[in-house]
């Protein structure tokens, strides 16, 4: 998976217009501080550090909530078939405004971002030549603080709510959901802690009325024992100006995600969820699955035909 090539052509034009070099370093800095997650030093302080993070991260955004939209769009039928109003919550640049413009028909984009010099990127990157959300609206927000003022078809918050300090999420989630007309979709790192943060999440939104959609098969309580946690992977395919932000050749990265999608009306998802990647052996698969009735194994041989097909083409994420 790959950023739209629209955008990837406003990034570098971006850089063209900044100093490579003073990008480059603010990149290591912007990186450091990310992984360590140190909430009260982790601003972005100008525009050559908003471009770093950009170039770094923003493709591993954007992997992961396509990733992570396309599984709960599945769960939605019939009600994709209107075009969908979109608000994107802490929205950085913008990455997961693109990657929902590339699963669904938009009616309006509304992106709501409290750091100006992230705002002001992510705005100039949606007006470059070919892009399809031109017509994005952007608005400062300072999520705690100040009521959202918005509701939206599907709202998307990606990688926000795990930043949010714990005695305040309860409220973020109340003002998330308050806004959602259809679907609400929360991406956060793929660890431990960003499942228990969802985990929590999933049960303050069921409480509210809210009907999970995706990764779960049913709205129980979570059949995973103490100690592992419900995640996913998404393969990034890495271009130049990706590795000169990484200092890293590799010419992939594999970005590690957990999410929650709730909607207003309950979906349709039929299946289990592939939770780890399944093993292949000789003329059988083995599946690890979370069903409707808790956690299971499935083997499937090559006798079985079709069922055998689709299991040999399931991978970790996929319903089967």
Known sequence: MELPMTLQAALAEQLDSAQQAEVLSAAGEVSRRYRAREKKSFQIRNRAEALAYALARMPATYGAVCRALRYSLEGLG??????LSLLDVGAGT????????????LSSVTCLEYADEMRKLGESLMHGEGSPLKQAE????ELVSQPIGKRADLVVASYVVNEIREEDRGKVLAKLWEATGKLLLLVEPGTPEGFRVLKEARSRLLESGAHVLAPCPQEGPCPLPDGDWCHFVCRIQRTRLHKLAKEGEAPFEDEKFSYLAVSREKGNLCGARVLRHPYRGKGYVRLELCSKEGLKQQTVSKREGPLYKAAKKAVCGDLF
Do not use: F, Y
């Open 94 to 105: 913008g990455a997961a405004a693109w990657a929902a413009a590339g699963l669904a028909e």
């Open 138 to 141: 952007w608005s400062r927000l």
């Open 78 to 83: 019939g009600l994709t078939q209107a075009p």
